[in-house]
């Protein structure tokens, strides 16, 4: 089910990449893949699942050829993922915040890089390398934003369908059908 979460998310690449610029489920995905799928899959499933879209959507929908930078771009999914995996064996609202900024950050200054480094927009000097990571700062908000709300959606949604409902951090405790036993169910108001 998790596989498929993170397959659904990155197909979502081909309808809201024009849409909404830097809002991506990807991200989200990302560090729910890395904390959520089999630790052996955790880095390799999600970054290969976007090699192959962005394989598709670079060549076929823009008619662009995939350049040797795109590996860098990929290589910030990875760490996304891999800090994702941080949420595997202790998860909190914090922990989860602050892997989110994290992830995010690190996703920003890996693949920033990378257009600093593969393409001419900017002089390789260490001005031309803070104009190309000044440029982004916009799409790092939008990108972070879509981190913590697709996140938090993918995490809690997941823990509210598989684990007991008073377990749910920021969830209210309902009582289960379970709670009810025939000796306490006249005490409950109705």
Same mark, same amino acid.
């Given at each position: 089910?998790?596989?498929?979460?993170?397959?659904?998310?990155?197909?979502?690449?081909?309808?809201?990449?024009?849409?909404?610029?830097?809002?991506?489920?990807?991200?989200?995905?990302?560090?729910?893949?890395?904390?959520?799928?089999?630790?052996?899959?955790?880095?390799?499933?999600?970054?290969?699942?976007?090699?192959?879209?962005?394989?598709?959507?670079?060549?076929?929908?823009?008619?662009?050829?995939?350049?040797?930078?795109?590996?860098?771009?990929? &290589?910030?999914?990875?760490?996304?993922? *891999? @800090? /994702?995996?941080? $949420?595997?064996?202790?998860?909190? =609202?914090?922990?989860? !915040?602050?892997?989110?900024?994290?992830?995010?950050?690190?996703?920003? &200054?890996?693949?920033?890089?990378?257009? *600093? @480094? /593969?393409?001419? $927009?900017?002089?390789?000097?260490? =001005?031309?390398?803070? !104009?190309?990571?000044?440029?982004?700062?916009?799409?790092?908000?939008?990108?972070?934003?879509?981190?913590?709300?697709?996140?938090?959606?993918?995490?809690?949604?997941?823990?509210?369908?598989?684990?007991?409902?008073?377990?749910?951090?920021?969830?209210?405790?309902?009582?289960?059908?379970?709670?009810?036993?025939?000796?306490?169910?006249?005490?409950?108001?109705?």
């Amino acid at each position: 089910m998790i596989y498929l979460i993170f397959v659904l998310s990155a197909f979502t690449r081909f309808l809201m990449s024009s849409h909404a610029p830097g809002f991506s489920p990807v991200f989200g995905a990302l560090l729910f893949s890395g904390a959520r799928l089999k630790k052996r899959d955790a880095i390799w499933f999600p970054v290969v699942v976007l090699a192959i879209c962005d394989w598709i959507l670079i060549t076929r929908f823009y008619h662009m050829e995939i350049r040797w930078e795109h590996a860098i771009t990929l &290589l910030g999914c990875a760490a996304m993922a *891999w @800090i /994702g995996g941080l $949420l595997r064996q202790s998860f909190s =609202a914090t922990r989860f !915040a602050g892997c989110s900024v994290a992830g995010s950050t690190a996703f920003f &200054l890996i693949s920033n890089f990378g257009v *600093w @480094i /593969g393409w001419e $927009l900017y002089p390789h000097t260490w =001005a031309g390398l803070l !104009a190309c990571y000044a440029a982004a700062v916009p799409y790092y908000r939008i990108s972070l934003l879509s981190t913590l709300v697709v996140g938090a959606v993918l995490f809690w949604g997941y823990e509210f369908l598989h684990k007991d409902r008073r377990t749910v951090p920021f969830l209210p405790q309902v009582p289960t059908l379970a709670s009810f036993t025939p000796s306490n169910f006249h005490d409950v108001e109705h």
